[in-house]
Nanobody, 115 residues
Framework: QVQLVESGGGLVQPGRSLRLSCAAS????????MGWYRQAPGKQRELVAH???????NYADSVKGRFTISRDNAKNTVYLQMNSLKPEDTAVYFC?????????WGQGTQVTVSS
């Protein structure tokens, strides 16, 4: 069982940066894929980025070159560095963990990009 708690969201002006954190209660060293998804009002939840247990990553086209996902297995924490934020990045951001048939989600953290 893994519990995930996101933090770091908030209100930020366009062009600025935020770093989200996802703290896992259990070990994420044992082959978990970790990821960030987001859901804007009236829209479906969509992929932002994954980081696999070996360290490789993938990103949604909309965030490539602006967002960076990373993981610190010693701290059981995954990060999402978000630079050059745009109003269309406004959403609730969710952290997820996957291993085999197991899938866990955090409660989400709100990111609002507005002047």
């Amino acid at each position: 069982q893994v519990q995930l708690v996101e933090s770091g969201g908030g209100l930020v002006q366009p062009g600025r940066s935020l770093r989200l954190s996802c703290a896992a209660s259990g070990s994420i060293n044992s082959g978990y894929t970790m990821g960030w998804y987001r859901q804007a009002p009236g829209k479906q939840r969509e992929l932002v980025a994954h980081i696999f247990s070996g360290g490789s990553t993938n990103y949604a086209d909309s965030v490539k070159g602006r967002f960076t996902i990373s993981r610190d297995n010693a701290k059981n924490t995954v990060y999402l560095q978000m630079n050059s934020l745009k109003p269309e990045d406004t959403a609730v951001y969710f952290c997820g963990a996957w291993r085999g048939s197991a899938n866990y989600w955090g409660q989400g953290t709100q990111v609002t990009v507005s002047s």
